[in-house]
């Protein structure tokens, strides 16, 4: 069997795994580039028989709705099965259609079309077998992928984590599902963000809960599909009798809904105290007992800071894009909140990574016992080599395979 890595090597996004046995060929993860240094344009993605040419690959499988990871589907030429969380499949169809109503872009037609997984279910693709296994992450009904083929067991990981909502039980099904693995696939995002502090989303949560007692007006910049920091809010908001308001009923409302819907668990529940839409007629009430605004970078929610300029805003997303020197640096947003605490917003950061930290990385390449590791998503994944390892680590560059 053969393992190729055609991008994600060294950046953390763009990822595209193949794997190919004699008579079957698969596809994991489409992903899209995350914005470059230079601010380029991504080249071009030909891969014979997958974007190109003659069909010749049996299904794409998609980890999660992130874009470093679906980004590139409508690349996929027709024909072939693209495969994606239930849930997931859901959410990300309304992300599309929001785009495709705003912008123009997006193609929730082709997402409605996808093919769904579902934990613990195998698919076989003609001599592969495939089993996907939820993981941790900031995106919702996100998976990491056991590969059985030639006699040989590949875990791909996909994005994961073992501090969020979800984190305590991961051991645990790397534990069960996951032993004896021949080449572990990992991501190590956070082997490039030493420095990066990480709290638990619990931990994150009970910030939450005391800002929300000592601030009476707050918003919240965060991203609309990473659930387990929205449900920590929720939560916040619930304990301090405060009304939970989200910037639109198409989008992030319909979001919550899905989520809601397809969890038995509650802390997923958004159906526990009323979701407010923000509009001038909620003024009286946000100003008589305060609020959680969970807003984005808009024109929505810059009206009602706008409305309450005395306001704690609580900045919940990754650094980086607010660093001039990263290359993800993020004007737009950067203008947006400078424009806010210039009008009195007092600013503060309340973050955790959708990552493995190191130890964890470390932890998962122990209990699988996996022999070879080859490192994805990651912007330094020489750092495998310090972490002491005892597997062979392969470090590849995009468009390199290696044979099982
Ligand atoms: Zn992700
Ligand atoms: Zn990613």
């Known amino acids: 069997m053969q393992i190729k890595v055609h991008r994600g090597t060294h950046q953390i996004g763009g990822c595209i795994t193949e794997i190919k046995t004699a008579v079957a060929r698969i596809i994991i993860d489409m992903g899209s580039e995350l914005p470059r240094a230079d601010k380029s344009e991504s080249p071009p993605l030909n891969i014979e028989g997958v974007t190109k040419g003659k069909q010749d690959c049996d299904a794409v499988f998609i980890t999660h709705y992130h874009g470093d990871h679906v980004g590139m589907f409508e690349a996929v030429l027709s024909g072939i ?18 785009l495709k109503r705003k912008l123009d872009k997006g193609n929730p037609e ?30 919702f009904d996100a998976y990491m992928l056991l590969i059985e083929a030639d006699g040989k067991r ?9 501090h969020g909502a979800r984190g305590r039980k991961m051991p645990a099904v790397f534990e069960k599902y996951a032993k004896d693995i021949d080449v572990l696939i990992t991501e190590g995002t956070m082997l490039s963000r030493p420095n990066e502090k990480v709290l638990t989303e619990h931990e994150l949560g009970r910030k939450a809960a005391e800002l929300l007692r000592d601030n009476k007006n707050v918003f919240v ?21 405060k009304p939970f308001i989200v910037c639109e009923s198409e989008f992030q409302l319909e979001i919550l809904r899905i989520v809601t819907e397809n969890s038995t668990s509650p802390f997923y529940n958004f159906s526990k105290q ?20 969970i807003g984005r970078a808009n024109y929505i929610t810059q009206k009602a800071l706008g409305a309450f300029p005395d306001n704690l805003l609580i900045y919940s997303m990754w650094s980086g894009y607010l660093d ?6 993020d004007e737009y947003k950067c203008g947006f909140i400078d424009k806010a605490t210039a009008a009195g917003s007092q600013l503060m950061q309340l973050h955790t990574s959708g990552h493995a930290t190191t130890e964890d990385i470390k932890k998962v390449c122990e209990i699988t016992q996996a022999k070879t590791v ?28 290696i044979t099982v």
């Open 110 to 139: 082709l997402v409605a079309g996808f093919e769904t997984l579902e934990a613990g279910k195998p698919i076989i693709i003609k001599n592969i077998k495939i089993t996907p296994y939820t993981v941790d992450h900031s995106a």
């Open 154 to 162: 590949i875990l791909h990981t996909g994005d994961f984590r073992m």
């Open 221 to 241: 910049l965060c991203s609309s599909t990473n659930i387990d920091t929205i449900a920590e809010f929720y939560s916040a908001a619930i304990a301090n009798k």
């Open 81 to 98: 099965p693209i495969y994606i969380g239930a849930t997931a499949k859901q959410i990300y169809t309304v992300v599309q259609r929001t």
């Open 374 to 401: 080859v490192p994805i998503h990651c912007e330094g994944p020489e750092n495998f080599r310090l972490l002491g390892i005892n597997a062979d680590i392969i470090l590849l560059q995009d468009g390199e395979s």
């Open 324 to 329: 001039k020197t990263h290359a993800a640096f």
């Open 274 to 293: 009323k979701i407010f839409t923000y509009g001038e007629n909620l003024h009286d009430l946000m100003g008589k007992v305060g609020f959680c605004f």
